[in-house]
């Protein structure tokens, strides 16, 4: 199937994906949002988003992601990109009461929602797999670049495994479009600023490998990240350089994001699957990268994290 087949008779569209944006759903929300405004040019098309990092400032009219909800607006369509709907945040109830609704998704932890369901977990990204519900001779520079962002966050610049022959062939004919894609690599994945740099060192720092040094954890404070004066967005990639430390078979970092709440993020080497283990808590992801929001002080939730962990590291 095409994506345009299931949306051609709607007059109004909304896209959307989940909170906290990564680069995948930035880059799948604005990808398939240009690419419709090209293809179904009479239809009023909104993109609804938390504000996403300021890395992704490259992508074109990301200006237009629109911040305000009106909840009393009935959308044609409604599609939910990269999540299920319990993850699409305060724009939600605009999802409800579509007249029809969309999921498109590649996280094997999501089920599905809405009236129709494509969910491939197999597909390295959100983004590779929307490239194949295009018209190639419909998708422009601009959709290009959008894209392209989702597959190289998703993949890790292309070296995670869940990087398939087609992943590559799809990358192949998305820089014959000719954008800068090295830039883009630079300053969307490696580029950090001063502050994300200390915060990044802080963590590290005060990280601790336990299980046999099979595993490896680190937490950021509230009061931790008011002394460096960082945001959320601010701690992307830590996970990913605790995860880099020979020997490890698992990393953990979290954040506190209120009073005994934190955001886990899990990376895993190929022998845990923190998939399984985020959806025991309520999260979910991919077999080698997941999350979930805990409850609990910091040493708790490692305790009951690492009860998990141990059975599929078969350590007693």
């Not at 886990?264 to 959806?279: I, T």
Request: charged residues 25%.
């Amino acid at each position: 199937m095409k994506i345009v087949d299931e949306v051609r008779n709607a007059d109004t569209i909304a896209i959307s994906g989940h909170i906290r944006p990564d680069g995948d759903c930035v880059g799948s929300v604005l990808g398939l949002y240009l690419y419709l405004r090209k293809t179904l040019p009479e239809a009023e098309i909104d993109v609804y988003l938390e504000k996403p990092a300021d890395i992704f400032n490259c992508i074109s009219h990301i200006e237009e992601i629109k911040s305000e909800i009106n909840l009393n607006k009935i959308y044609d369509v409604f599609i939910a990109l990269d999540c299920s709907d319990d993850r699409l945040g305060d724009v939600r109830p605009l999802f409800e009461n579509a007249r029809r609704t969309i999921n498109i998704d590649h996280h094997i932890s999501n089920p599905g929602c809405g009236d129709v369901r494509i969910i491939e977990p197999k597909r390295s990204s959100t983004a590779e797999l929307l490239y194949d519900l295009m018209d190639a001779d419909q998708v422009d520079e601009e959709v290009a670049a959008a894209l392209y962002i989702g597959i190289i966050h998703d993949t890790g610049v292309l070296r995670y495994s869940n990087t398939s022959p087609r992943t590559l062939q799809i990358v192949a004919e998305l820089i014959k479009f000719g954008f800068d894609f090295s830039s883009i690599i630079e300053k969307t994945f490696y580029e950090k600023t001063y502050v994300q740099t200390q915060i990044m060192g802080r963590a590290i720092l005060e990280s601790v490998r336990f299980m046999h040094d099979r595993c490896i954890v680190s937490m950021v404070s509230r009061r931790m990240m008011e002394f460096y004066q960082v945001t959320p967005k601010d701690l992307d990639g830590i996970v990913n350089q605790l995860q880099a430390v020979k020997g490890v078979e698992c990393a953990i970092f979290m954040y506190e994001t209120g009073t005994l709440e934190y955001k886990v993020s899990m990376r895993s080497n190929g022998r845990v699957d923190v998939a399984s283990v985020a959806m025991k808590f309520g999260g979910g992801g991919h077999v080698r990268a997941a999350g979930c929001t805990m409850n609990g002080t910091y040493h708790d939730n490692i305790n009951n994290l690492s009860i998990e962990i141990a059975e599929q590291l078969d350590i007693k």
